[in-house]
């Protein structure tokens, strides 16, 4: 099986498989997140506990079926902010050159001079933890990446015929951007998106894991794998599973997002002998 | 290059002089009295006017900002809350550390990065390819903050090859590297991977084969020689990302480097030196990407041109 096939496959499969289980998390928990059982706090997988159960006796399966609500909606919502605003910075910098080109670009270089997760633990100390919080601090750091993707593209384009005959027939730059410019740059686009909901995904597991993204007793499974770390002399599966479950969901976007740019690359397709 | 180096130092003022602001206005955000949030609710108001005092927290935000710039310029940083020590001070003795595992990350993913790169471009499109690809993905997909405690209970935990945490000898830098070079050696595999494919499809490779070379000179004499610029270039850069990385991976294996102090800064929220750690890490930052910028003009004769 060829690499890209292998990867799209696995890519779809895994990540529909979390889409799914985020919104059906209600009818396929078999216990409410919530649910503590302190007579059982810690005990190991079983047959009632498939995962088995946290320091306060909670479903672990349940609290990792919940916890994919939390990390999607992260994911998405971040992608969904980020990406609207770079993109619109992006493509009027690209699209009007000069001084709005030179201001817009050296915000982004000043935001790209953080390092990424830095940025967000700075923003997070400032506006204190929380879901909304990690969202706002998350699309800060990511809105740069599509705003140069965006500017590179539309430099290329604006030049191109198709964007001169529609000055020419008299339409705005608006008009231009939004109807000849972005359709263009869609196909980059997708694959940078899901690229990022998967960094945004490790980014609030990060955050989370730090004790400044969600709060107790919210399911997350950055926090989840955090309580683990105290446990896991005594009780290894706390940290186990839900690392596991963040690893697959991010691999799965991850070979999705691959497999997309293979596709959407015309270069990759060039056949290339072996040594 | 003299020309190069002059606008490359110049595009550097007004990035640093950003950074430095940036960072001002997200320290100085903080909603409600930072004061209060310092000394608690019970303070008296005494000695909350004498911490704002101290802190200069009484005089207008542009004026704060001012002095604040010019501090930093002079390498004044101001003094820890807690613990009542220079923040220069606090981060020159913790900074050594964050360095040191950043390099042996680096270090380590290089290591694992090329020759996995190598292998799966030499062998494009079959198993070898598929799976060398999938572990990178796979290395790429495991958070640093999963494969450390995974480390711990392993190798330190049941097989006690490894201490759990702290910095001692060599043997306490094995398991924070991997930890924090595990994504990086997936990404410069990837990377190396895609370079060596471009490199093998030009025509000196041909001419190479044709006139009989060995496929181990082709790959690494002719094609790596070629390939690894970019590569390099990407593992410079990637020198930043690790030193703020190092903040979870610090955290995990109790690290005396800079991250844990920058995390143990926020979660006090002794701000002088959560600021000062911040600014550290960014400029750091900033200088390791002029670095690189500067040695990629040296080697490759056509970025000095562009």
């Not at chain 1, 964007?163 to 109807?179: H, M, S, T, Y």
């Not at chain 2, 004061?35 to 004026?63: C, F, H, N, Q, Y």
């Not at chain 2, 910028?293 to 970025?303: H, S, T």
Request: with cysteine.
């Amino acid at each position: 099986m060829r690499y890209s096939s292998f990867s799209f496959f696995i890519g779809v499969t895994l990540t529909t498989g979390f889409v799914l289980v985020a919104l059906l998390a209600p009818f396929i928990a078999p216990y409410s997140p919530y649910e503590q059982d302190f007579y059982n706090g810690l005990a190991g997988p079983g047959a009632l506990h498939l995962l088995g159960q946290d320091s306060l006796g909670r479903d672990i399966l349940s609290r990792i079926i919940y916890g994919a609500r939390v990390s999607l909606l992260v994911g998405f919502v971040t992608v969904f902010i980020s990406a609207t605003v770079g993109v619109a910075l992006g493509a009027v910098a690209g699209y009007f050159g000069g001084r709005i080109d030179e201001v817009i670009m050296r915000i982004s270089d000043i935001f790209l001079s953080f390092p990424g997760i830095l940025l967000a633990i700075a923003v997070m100390a400032v506006r204190g933890p929380g879901l909304e919080n990690v969202i706002v601090a998350l699309s800060i750091m990511g809105w740069t990446g599509y705003a140069r993707l965006a500017r590179g593209q539309a430099l290329s384009l604006r030049e191109r015929e198709f964007v001169l005959a529609a000055e020419a027939l008299g339409a705005g730059p608006l008009r231009i951007i939004f109807l000849h410019l972005l359709p263009n740059i869609a196909a980059p686009l997708i694959v940078e998106v899901t690229f990022g909901v998967a960094s945004a995904i490790v980014g609030e597991a990060g955050l989370s894991f730090l004790g400044l993204g969600a709060q107790p007793p919210t399911a997350s499974w950055g926090s989840m794998l955090s309580e683990g770390r105290s446990f896991l002399l005594i009780a290894p599966h706390l940290t186990t599973f839900p690392g596991i479950a963040i690893m697959l969901v991010v691999m799965g976007i991850n070979f999705l997002g691959d497999s997309l740019r293979t596709a959407l690359d015309p270069k990759s397709k060039k056949v290339i002998r072996a040594v | 290059m003299k020309t190069f180096l002059i606008r490359r130092i110049l595009a550097l003022v007004p990035v640093v002089f950003g950074v430095v602001t940036l960072v001002f206005f997200i320290i100085h955000a903080t909603p409600g009295d930072p004061v209060e949030i310092m000394l608690g609710e019970t303070a008296s108001p005494a000695d909350r006017d004498t911490l704002r005092k101290e802190l200069g927290l009484d005089r207008p935000l542009v004026v704060q900002y001012i002095t604040f710039i010019g501090a930093v310029a002079t390498g004044d940083l101001g003094k820890s809350l807690f613990t009542n020590k220079g923040v220069a001070e606090s981060i020159a003795e913790r900074y050594p550390a964050t360095v040191q595992l950043a390099l042996c990350s680096m270090a380590l993913a290089i290591i694992i990065a090329i020759p996995l790169g190598v292998l799966a471009a030499a062998r494009k499109n079959s198993a070898i390819d598929t799976g060398a690809m999938a572990v990178s993905l796979l290395g790429v997909s495991m958070p640093s903050f999963w494969i450390g405690p995974l480390l711990i209970l392993v190798f330190s935990i049941n097989l006690g090859w490894f201490p759990v945490a702290g910095r001692g000898g060599i043997e306490s830098l094995v398991l924070p590297s991997i930890t924090l070079g595990t994504a990086m050696a997936a990404i410069l595999s990837r990377l190396t991977r895609s370079t060596m494919i471009e490199a093998l499809d030009e025509d000196y490779i041909v001419t190479a084969r044709a006139k009989g070379a060995p496929s181990m000179t082709i790959l690494f004499r002719h094609a790596l020689s070629n390939a690894i610029l970019p590569v390099v270039t990407v593992a410079g850069l990637q020198m930043g990302a690790l030193l703020a990385g190092a903040i979870i991976t610090e955290t995990i294996f109790a690290w005396p480097g800079i991250g844990r102090l920058t995390l143990q800064a926020i979660t006090a929220r002794d701000y002088p030196l959560a600021q000062g750690c911040v600014l550290t890490i960014s400029l750091s930052y900033v200088f390791v990407n002029l670095a690189v910028d500067i040695v990629y003009a040296l080697v490759d004769p056509r970025i000095r041109y562009k």
